[in-house]
């Protein structure tokens, strides 16, 4: 069993729609959650971080933790062109990382 | 510019022929780490490093050697790349901070590798 699963998607939304991304962890003790964003050919990059049971907003995103089901979600709200990508989950375990294999978002204009 | 550098960023070479794959930050960070991409499979990570001389195993560092003699630098070895070990590879940094699993990675450009 893998420790952190994507739907692959791809997840195709219209511009101005809400995106919801969802993501589940298997390791019941990860301390940390994790949403990166990473274009075609480039590295990845932070867009949210969350440690504890909830909601965490910045800007048009906001993450939900709810580690009794151990699932992590990314809403994007307001998608634009911009946002297609694809969305790595990743949970952090005592120092080690693992990330779930990411699900591609393809924004239509 | 606060960076993660790699490189080579791409290299083909054939089996057998050891290679390093270098990386260097210069944002101070303490924990780095180097991972695997391969489509379908995400990121996974090879190895990591706490510090200076502290480095431990990921999920998949079977082929795989690295060291870290400065801060700064956290170099990949592999010492006979086999084909299975093509991949794309990025190395990561993360900022001092109460426990490595609470900060946020800073990824390098990457480096495609290809052993034929």
């Known amino acids: 069993q893998k420790e952190v699963e994507q739907n692959s998607g791809p997840l195709s939304v219209p511009e101005g729609a809400i995106a919801s991304l969802n993501c589940t962890y298997s390791?019941?003790?990860?301390?940390?959650f994790f949403w990166y964003r990473q274009y075609s050919g480039k590295s990845p990059e932070l867009i949210m971080s969350i440690y504890s049971n909830g909601d965490k907003e910045d800007g048009r995103f906001t993450a939900q933790l709810n580690k009794a089901s151990q699932y992590v979600s990314l809403l994007i709200r307001d998608s634009q062109p911009s946002d297609s990508a694809t969305y790595l989950c990743?949970?952090?375990?005592?120092?080690?990382?693992?990330f779930g294999s990411g699900t591609k978002l393809n924004v239509k204009p | 510019e606060a960076q993660v550098t790699q490189n080579p960023r791409y290299l083909i070479t054939v089996t057998g022929k050891k290679l390093t794959v270098t990386c260097s930050q210069n944002m101070n960070h303490e924990y780095m780490s180097w991972y695997r991409q391969d489509p379908g499979l995400g990121l996974r990570q090879i190895y990591y490093s706490m510090n200076v001389e502290v480095t431990d195993k990921g999920d998949v560092p079977e082929g795989y050697k690295v060291s870290r003699k400065e801060k700064r630098n956290f170099p990949l070895i592999l010492e006979s790349p086999s084909p299975n070990q093509t991949s794309l590879y990025f190395c990561?940094?993360?900022?001092?901070?109460?426990?490595?699993?609470?900060?946020?990675?800073?990824f390098g450009p990457g480096t495609r590798l290809t052993v034929l």
């Open positions: 390791d019941r003790v990860s301390q940390s």
């Open positions: 990561a940094s993360s900022p001092p901070g109460l426990s490595s699993s609470y900060n946020e990675q800073f």
């Open positions: 990743a949970v952090g375990n005592f120092n080690k990382f693992y």
